[in-house]
């Protein structure tokens, strides 16, 4: 089994700060890239930035510079450090991971979403 459980959401003015955190766990998988991405209303879900294990990051243009992700490796936790928030990052947040064994990557999974509204 697979789970991913995001926490640290919540409400912060503009130009604020927030860190979200993500807690994986895995059976008979090794957790493989980790990642960030966010919903708005009445759209798709949308990418925001992914880590590997050894530390390769990817970002999003509209966050680069003002987000960065991060990741303990040992403890299947990854973090988004989100800084200089805007409006317009108001979503919903979900955590991502792959796992896999034998040298194949097995499933894509998502955490259940976790709040971050910005106000102006």
């Known amino acids: 089994q697979v789970r991913l459980v995001e926490s640290g959401g919540g409400l912060v003015q503009a130009g604020g700060s927030l860190t979200l955190s993500c807690a994986g766990s895995a059976s008979n998988f090794v957790i493989n890239v980790m990642g960030w991405y966010r919903q708005f209303p009445g759209k798709e879900r949308e990418f925001v930035a992914t880590?590997?294990?050894?530390?390769?990051?990817k970002y999003e243009d509209s966050v680069k510079g003002r987000f960065t992700i991060s990741r303990d490796v040992s403890k299947n936790t990854v973090y988004l450090r989100m800084s200089m928030l805007k409006p317009e990052d108001t979503a919903v947040y979900y955590c991502?991971?792959?796992?896999?064994?034998?040298?194949?990557?097995?499933?894509?999974?998502w955490g259940q979403g976790t709040q971050v509204t910005v106000s102006s």
């Open positions: 880590i590997t294990r050894d530390g390769i990051t």
């Open positions: 991502s991971a792959d796992v896999v064994r034998d040298e194949t990557v097995w499933g894509y999974y």
